[in-house]
């Protein structure tokens, strides 16, 4: 099983900020099956980010992804106040498929 | 329009089963595998198995095949997958999704729409 470890927990930023999302997979995975979401709460997840560095349909260029082997990151150019939201890694290979634990970007 | 909608809400004692429904609209069923995901209140996701809907065939996480406590069926006339999780105990307390793979005919690929989430309380 690939384990997600994700960096920080929180992350305190003003609306304009950059932000930078980690993810570190236990092992060294393909970045072809390495994605971003993001969930608000009461809602479900939305993806963002696939094959590590691709945007989803209707995703703004503000994010990217990328990374390989065991680190991955999410970067976010410029917060919106949309933006603040938990943000989760998924490795989507293998059995069982597995996610992060989340990195929560809140307003500072 | 592509849209995944889930059953209500259920309350269940320890020991029972729930059913949950997940009705789909908008995309050829057979094609996309179904996967079902969980969170625990206040907790992350766990993906928990997923459905080929055109063959039937599952695969479910580790930890929920041992004891056969999860049965994903689906139901093509309907374009319907369902999820039956048995012998609950307060851990399985959680928002269920079910959410449909982006590329077809593989279950490797991410997952491009979820639905509205079922809260099930085991109390």
């Known amino acids: 099983e690939v384990v997600l470890t994700q960096s920080p927990g929180t992350l305190s930023l003003f609306p304009g900020d950059r932000a930078t999302l980690s993810c570190r997979a236990s092992?060294?995975?393909?970045?072809?099956?390495l994605g971003w979401y993001h969930q608000k709460p009461g809602q479900a997840p939305r993806l963002l980010i696939y094959d590590a560095t691709t945007r989803a349909t209707g995703i703004p260029d503000r994010f990217s992804g990328s990374g390989s082997g065991t680190d991955f990151t999410l970067t976010i150019s410029r917060l919106e106040p949309e933006d603040f939201a938990v943000y989760y890694c998924?490795?989507?290979?293998?059995?069982?498929?597995?996610f992060g634990g989340g990195t929560k970007v809140e307003i500072k | 329009q592509v849209q995944l909608l889930q059953s209500g809400a259920e309350l269940r004692r320890p020991g029972a089963s729930v059913n949950i429904s997940c009705k789909t609209f908008?995309?050829?069923?057979?094609?996309?595998?179904v996967h079902w995901v969980r969170q625990a209140p206040g907790q992350g996701l766990e993906w928990m198995g997923l459905?080929?809907?055109?063959?039937?065939?599952?695969?479910?996480a580790p930890k929920f095949r041992g004891r056969g406590r999860l049965t994903v069926t689906r139901d093509t006339s309907t374009t319907t997958v369902y999820m039956d999780l048995s012998s609950l105990t307060s851990e399985d307390t959680a928002v269920y999704f079910c959410?449909?793979?982006?590329?077809?005919?593989?279950?490797?690929?991410?997952?491009?729409?979820w639905g509205q989430g079922t809260l099930v309380t085991v109390s």
């Open positions: 092992q060294s995975v393909s970045s072809t099956f």
């Open positions: 908008g995309y050829t069923f057979a094609n996309y595998y």
């Open positions: 959410a449909k793979s982006r590329r077809p005919g593989v279950g490797t690929t991410p997952k491009d729409y």
């Open positions: 998924q490795y989507y290979n293998g059995s069982p498929l597995t």
């Open positions: 459905i080929n809907p055109r063959s039937g065939a599952i695969s479910y």
